[in-house]
């Protein structure tokens, strides 16, 4: 209601407070999954936060508490991210530094549209001389693509390492 008292004007207004948006679920994206023995932590992951009206909210992986990442030891260690009491956790593995790596029986002819086949097998030599065979995936190429003909430079990456070469489409 208005109520007017010569040249002065009032109003009663009553605010009405918008529920707080609730918190019902966190993941994370894009973060570092493997790291070098003693790497620090890289925060440039995103966390994920999805509200109870379903609308979502990216942040930076910086603005939660982390807890549980040990680069000091190696192996598979699990990384849980807090943020408003609400948690979210993933795996990483901590390796040793690469001094080579090689690649032995890869594929090099695909026709076209073709996916990765999974063959080939990584030769690594650490720092320290020992050596490990591992398992060619798709997630350690560059320049992987087979949709369009012609010689293509296909980029290996694993660890701190690279190697290259080439398929034939």
Known sequence: AI??????????????????????????????????????????GKLIVTYSDYTTEELSLASATVKGFDSSTLGTKTVTVNYMGHEASFSIDVIKSVKSISLIGETTAYNLGDEFDGNGTLSVVYEDDTTDKINL??????????????????????????CNYKIYV
């Not at 992987?144 to 690279?162: E, H, L, P």
């Open 3 to 44: 109520a007017t008292t010569g040249n002065a004007c009032s109003a009663k207004i009553k605010v009405i407070n918008s529920p707080a948006k609730v918190i019902s679920g966190l993941h994370v994206e894009s973060v570092t999954e493997q790291y070098l023995l003693n790497q620090p932590f890289d925060n440039k």
């Open 137 to 162: 995936t798709k997630c350690m190429l560059e320049g992987f693509d087979t949709s369009t003909a012609g010689i293509k430079a296909v980029t290996v990456k694993y660890a701190n390492a690279t």
